[in-house]
């Protein structure tokens, strides 16, 4: 584009929106993208303050502001997600479903490496609801040269989709509360509550709650007998710590599920065990869940709900972002614990 007096706009076409502020009260687009410029328009361009204008140059083999950030959107969404724009140069992106949003951070960074693209999104694994903005698309300048554009776009093509929203399943769960002292009822269980609020919150099916003694044999019963039932997650609950005679632990890895973690970096809830049953998740909750609303639970159940398989690789990366301040209030998920 090419920087002209008005004068010698005329009959030129406009390459980018020009707004105005007006005494009367006219507040947005006074000359739209595309305009041609005519005599008549200058008393109008002189009263907002405009001795020059901005006009294509075609052998400059530039991309508009919208035209860019529409051509790399179109690239990088998946599935249930609203795409609205452009506005102002920009594209936003919204959830079409309840769900898990998930982003290829790798490609994330490579197209915000192209120059003039700018890409913000929310955290990648976050829980979403229908009509929440996850992202937002734009250039800086108003203009881009087309090989950034082809840049961008081949980036995200080659790893699409480069961000989408997993919707959740409606698993079948059961919940094995352990412990002998409950068991036996010396103290009242806590757990069976918040486990159920948890689970309602996710529409889950929940097949029963199983309370067992500290008997390794009785737990790898109760996780049979919700397997045989079709149970897509169990979680099981107590003897989650490492004193010798906390068999939760022992009996998940007895089950012959596959161990993602004993353990995450992440507080409250480091003891969170995870382990997958073939296609059942089963997961240790944490004791911390019985009095934090927020654990490294919160984090998790997202991702199994959405039947995005967790693994041990990845567990380490949580570390960063993995402590939670424990606010007087809570506003989980709108805050940084177990975003990566």
């Known amino acids: 584009m090419k920087k002209i007096r008005i004068e010698d706009a005329v009959g030129q076409s406009l390459c980018h929106d020009m707004t105005a502020i007006l005494a009367n009260g006219f507040k947005g687009v006074k000359f739209h993208r595309g305009h041609v410029i005519r005599e008549e328009d200058l008393p109008e361009l002189r009263k907002i303050g405009k001795s020059h204008v901005f006009v294509w140059e075609p052998e400059a083999d530039e991309v508009h502001e919208d035209d860019a950030a529409k051509a790399l959107t179109e690239a990088m969404c998946g599935e249930n997600l609203k795409v609205s724009g452009p506005s102002e140069g920009k594209m936003t992106i919204s959830a079409a479903v309840?769900?898990?949003?998930?982003?290829?951070?790798?490609?994330?960074?490579?197209?915000?490496?192209?120059?003039?693209?700018?890409?913000?999104?929310?955290?990648?694994?976050?829980?979403?609801?229908?009509?929440?903005?996850?992202?937002?698309?734009?250039?800086?300048?108003?203009?881009?040269?087309?090989?950034?554009?082809?840049?961008?776009?081949?980036?995200?093509?080659?790893?699409?989709?480069?961000?989408?929203?997993?919707?959740?399943?409606?698993?079948?769960?059961?919940?094995?509360?352990?412990?002998?002292?409950?068991?036996?009822?010396?103290?009242?269980?806590?757990?069976?509550?918040?486990?159920?609020?948890?689970?309602?919150?996710?529409?889950?099916?929940?097949?029963?709650?199983?309370?067992?003694?500290?008997?390794?044999?009785?737990?790898?019963?109760?996780?049979?007998?919700?397997?045989?039932?079709?149970?897509?997650?169990?979680?099981?609950?107590?003897?989650?710590?490492?004193?010798?005679?906390?068999?939760?632990?022992?009996?998940?890895?007895?089950?012959?599920?596959?161990?993602?973690?004993?353990?995450?970096?992440?507080?409250?809830?480091?003891?969170?065990?995870?382990?997958?049953?073939?296609?059942?998740?089963?997961?240790g909750v944490p004791g911390a869940s019985m009095h934090s609303p927020t654990t490294s639970l919160e984090v998790f159940l997202p991702r199994i709900f959405a039947g995005d398989k967790i693994t041990e690789e990845e567990i380490a990366e949580y570390g960063v972002g993995g402590f939670c301040m424990g606010c007087a209030e809570c506003h989980f998920p709108q805050c940084y614990f177990g975003a990566r």
Do not use: W
């Not at 103290?187 to 199983?210: C, N, Q, W």
């Not at 599920?257 to 970096?265: F, I, K, N, S």
């Open 98 to 283: 309840d769900g898990l949003f998930r982003v290829n951070v790798a490609a994330m960074r490579e197209i915000n490496r192209t120059p003039d693209y700018t890409v913000a999104c929310r955290p990648n694994h976050t829980r979403v609801r229908t009509g929440e903005k996850l992202a937002g698309a734009r250039i800086v300048p108003l203009v881009t040269k087309r090989q950034n554009v082809e840049y961008a776009v081949a980036a995200a093509k080659a790893a699409a989709p480069v961000m989408e929203v997993l919707p959740f399943r409606k698993l079948k769960a059961g919940v094995v509360i352990t412990g002998s002292e409950v068991y036996y009822g010396l103290i009242e269980d806590k757990f069976e509550p918040i486990m159920r609020e948890k689970l309602d919150s996710y529409g889950a099916e929940i097949l029963g709650v199983t309370k067992c003694p500290d008997d390794l044999e009785k737990i790898l019963a109760a996780i049979r007998e919700f397997v045989e039932q079709g149970a897509g997650l169990i979680l099981l609950t107590g003897g989650m710590s490492v004193d010798p005679d906390d068999v939760t632990p022992t009996a998940i890895r007895k089950s012959g599920a596959r161990l993602v973690t004993q353990g995450v970096p992440m507080q409250p809830g480091n003891m969170l065990t995870i382990a997958y049953l073939g296609e059942t998740a089963l997961v």
